[in-house]
T-cell receptor, first 112, second 115 residues
Framework: NAGVTQTPKFQVLKTGQSMTLQCAQDMNHNSMYWYRQDPGMGLRLIYYSASEGTTDKGEVPNGYNVSRLNKREFSLRLESAAPSQTSVYFC???????????FGPGTRLTVT | AQSVTQPDIHITVSEGASLELRCNYSYGATPYLFWYVQSPGQGLQLLLKYFSGDTLVQGIKGFEAEFKRSQSSFNLRKPSVHWSDAAEYFCAVGAGNSGYSTLTFGKGTMLLVSP
């Protein structure tokens, strides 16, 4: 099992460009999450999907959109990237939303 | 809503010494509690979890944690630290299936191991 996979691993964008971060899990989990991690801020939840067909805002959703494509895949889209979105992005999944989460390796995004 | 506090931003421990990382949570009922470790450039890895039952739980890599309801704490311990334990550690709390939110993570404690 690969667990949780994320693509790409690194990305550099110019301000105003758009991109989609991809996430897939092979553990048949119902819930999936997108976090951003910044120095001194810990993990902040952007969006989550408690089950296929549902998505909900987390702590810092502004500037992002998500799509739960199917049970395996959950993508995060930046429509118009800003320097404030420079961060490391983690995808995670869990069997249900109150159980332990399993994390992907992360995407390091720089917006110039 | 639940919350988590990790009072120590950084801790330095000598190799071979014992370790205790503190975690305090705020939640009205019995929480679900977790400890994760993040090595540099990596994602978070689950060390151990507490749902119910025995308040002392064992995890991977020789770690253990003790749930103390009276102190609202879930501190992580290791008897003898190895240089490879240098990493950032995150405590997380969940409300279980009676809640309406996902896990809440603390801001992390960075562990430095000196020779």
């Amino acid at each position: 099992n690969a667990g949780v996979t994320q693509t790409p691993k690194f990305q550099v964008l110019k301000t105003g460009q758009s991109m989609t971060l991809q996430c897939a899990q092979d553990m048949n989990h119902n819930s999936m999450y997108w976090y951003r991690q910044d120095p001194g801020m810990g993990l902040r939840l952007i969006y989550y999907s408690a089950s296929e067909g549902t998505t909900d805002k987390g702590e810092v959703p502004n500037g992002y959109n998500v799509s739960r494509l199917n049970k395996r895949e959950f993508s995060l889209r930046l429509e118009s990237a800003a320097p404030s979105q420079t961060s490391v992005y983690f995808c995670a999944s869990s069997e249900v939303r109150w159980y332990e989460q399993y994390f992907g390796p992360g995407t390091r995004l720089t917006v110039t | 809503a639940q919350s988590v506090t990790q009072p120590d931003i950084h801790i330095t421990v000598s190799e071979g010494a014992s370790l205790e990382l503190r975690c305090n949570y705020s939640y009205g009922a019995t929480p679900y509690l977790f400890w994760y470790v993040q090595s540099p450039g990596q994602g978070l890895q689950l060390l151990l979890k507490y749902f119910s039952g025995d308040t002392l739980v064992q995890g991977i890599k020789g770690f253990e944690a003790e749930f103390k309801r009276s102190q609202s704490s879930f501190n992580l311990r290791k008897p003898s630290v190895h240089w490879s334990d240098a990493a950032e550690y995150f405590c997380a709390v969940g409300a279980g299936n009676s809640g309406y939110s996902t896990l809440t993570f603390g801001k992390g404690t960075m562990l430095l191991v000196s020779p």
